[in-house]
């Protein structure tokens, strides 16, 4: 089916030559695109003006009542979206925008496809991308958890002069990854839950051994992660050499993102602009700008290229920041981890605002053989 969509799209960009000069090179106003639900339907959608989203596909119909419009099909899903954005995709997009402001109907009485944010559901970005990869041990707050001025000051000099190369890990997709106001859900047994709020960039085209000097041209844009993390650990006994990264950042419901995705051209230069927060029951625990990253955005993708090949929709995110539950725990910020009924908030200026209530699992199934992660509490400690 996806080849089917670009055959037609390719097809209406080649039928449509006396429109050449009608294609826009620029947004009268800039947007986002996110997943939505509709009417309980998964759709795409434009949001405008951080309160409003516009269905893709009808929006796109609306255009293409206007005379002399040439007809275009809209991608599926957002995976389509971004792989097809740089081949016309993106001057229809700047068209559909353009139309909804001049024509007002963005003011006063709009249009049904044109709806409050607030009044549908806001789905994940990307249902699902196809990798993600995340920076461990990349913001120098965050090596240097609860550090008085003097000490971090010191970590940071000694980073800086063997930063080596960065790290990065993988996060699963579907089934971890939420979108805005989805619970997090602590699972059974499971008592150490951290939060780490990250600057996620979405790549938009394929990319394989990309220079960090080159990177920015392989993006798409940009969103809000929050990389919920299981510090409990395995329990003694078996292979257990080293970090379990599957315990620790695979549990169902760890991965959120969104609440949407705001094209490059729109944001900016995050080496230069990224301010990210995140907030516990309105207690600001974690706080960050882009001059505290170890490694960049743009040499995560270099490191990240130069492993695997990274496809359109993929996410690298950028580590975090200090004040995660290490650091909040030393500094009086928090007394533990996340319990269920607190609410997280992480914020990036320039993108938005995801929201996330806690909520515990279920318990476990009486019928499991031994075989299963089992509660922290069960770990033997030290000497027992």
């Not at 780490?196 to 960090?212: D, K, L, W």
């Given at each position: 089916?996806?080849?089917?969509?670009?055959t037609?799209?390719?097809?209406?960009?080649?039928a449509?030559?006396?429109m050449?000069?009608a294609?826009a090179?620029?947004s009268?106003?800039?947007?986002?695109?996110?997943?939505f639900?509709?009417?309980?339907?998964?759709?795409?959608?434009?949001?405008?003006?951080?309160?409003?989203v516009?269905?893709l596909?009808a929006a796109?119909?609306?255009?293409?009542?206007e005379?002399?419009?040439?007809k275009?099909p809209?991608?599926e899903?957002?995976?389509?979206?971004?792989?097809?954005?740089?081949?016309g995709?993106k001057?229809?997009?700047?068209?559909?925008?353009?139309h909804?402001?001049?024509?007002k109907?963005?003011?006063?009485?709009r249009?049904s496809?044109?709806?409050?944010?607030?009044?549908?559901?806001?789905?994940?970005?990307?249902r699902y991308?196809?990798?993600?990869?995340?920076?461990a041990?990349?913001f120098?707050?965050?090596?240097?958890?609860?550090c008085?001025?003097?000490?971090?000051?010191?970590?940071?000099?000694k980073l800086?002069?063997?930063r080596?190369?960065?790290?990065?890990?993988?996060?699963?997709?579907?089934?971890?990854?939420?979108?805005?106001?989805?619970?997090?859900?602590?699972?059974?047994g499971?008592d150490?839950?951290?939060w780490?709020?990250?600057?996620?960039?979405?790549?938009?085209?394929?990319?394989?051994?990309?220079?960090?000097n080159?990177?920015?041209?392989?993006?798409?844009?940009?969103?809000?992660?929050?990389?919920?993390?299981?510090?409990g650990?395995r329990?003694?006994?078996?292979?257990?050499?080293?970090?379990?990264?599957?315990?620790?950042k695979g549990?169902d419901t760890f991965?959120p993102?969104g609440?949407?995705?705001?094209?490059?051209?729109f944001?900016?230069?995050?080496?230069k602009?990224?301010?990210?927060?995140?907030?516990?029951?309105?207690?600001?625990?974690?706080?960050?700008?882009?001059?505290d990253?170890?490694?960049n955005?743009w040499e995560?993708?270099e490191?990240?290229?130069?492993?695997?090949?990274?496809?359109?929709?993929?996410?690298?995110?950028?580590?975090?920041?200090?004040g995660?539950?290490?650091?909040?725990?030393?500094?009086?910020?928090?007394?533990g981890y996340?319990?269920p009924?607190?609410?997280v908030?992480g914020?990036?200026?320039?993108?938005?605002?995801?929201?996330?209530?806690?909520?515990?699992?279920p318990?476990?199934?009486?019928?499991?053989?031994?075989?299963?992660?089992p509660?922290?509490?069960?770990?033997?400690?030290?000497g027992?």
């Open positions: 089916m996806r080849w089917i969509l670009i037609l799209f390719t097809t209406s960009l080649a449509m030559p006396t050449a000069s294609q090179a620029k009268a106003e800039p947007f986002a695109v996110g997943t639900a509709f009417d309980g339907q998964e759709r795409l959608g434009l949001v405008l003006r951080q309160q409003l516009a269905e596909n796109n119909n609306n255009l293409q009542m005379p002399g419009v040439a275009m809209m991608p899903d957002m995976k389509q979206l971004i792989g097809l954005y740089e081949y995709l001057s229809r997009l700047y068209e559909i925008v353009n909804l402001v001049a024509s109907q963005l003011d006063g009485q249009p496809f044109v709806r409050d944010v607030k009044s549908v559901r806001t789905l994940a970005p990307i991308p196809g990798k993600i990869l995340n920076g041990g990349n120098y707050t965050h090596t240097c958890e609860g008085t001025p003097e000490q971090q000051v010191a970590n940071d000099k800086r002069a063997n080596g190369v960065p790290y990065l890990f993988l996060k699963p997709g579907e089934g971890a990854v939420i979108g805005n106001n989805q619970p997090i859900v602590i699972p059974a499971r150490r839950i951290d780490e709020i990250e600057f996620g960039t979405i790549i938009g085209r394929p990319a394989r051994y990309v220079s960090a080159k990177a920015q041209d392989y993006v798409f844009g940009y969103t809000v992660t929050i990389d919920i993390s299981d510090r650990g329990p003694p006994g078996g292979f257990g050499s080293g970090s379990d990264w599957l315990v620790g549990h991965a993102m609440p949407w995705i705001v094209p490059k051209e944001y900016g230069d995050p080496i602009r990224l301010h990210q927060q995140l907030s516990i029951d309105g207690v600001k625990v974690q706080e960050a700008k882009a001059g990253m170890i490694h955005i995560l993708i490191y990240a290229s130069s492993i695997i090949t990274l496809f359109p929709g993929d996410v690298i995110n950028s580590g975090t920041t200090g995660t539950s290490m650091g909040a725990l030393k500094t009086g910020a928090r007394k996340l319990q009924g607190e609410t908030e914020m990036i200026e320039g993108i938005g605002t995801l929201r996330h209530t806690v909520v515990a699992g318990p476990m199934p009486t019928d499991l053989t031994g075989a299963q992660l509660p922290v509490s069960t770990y033997r400690k030290p027992q």
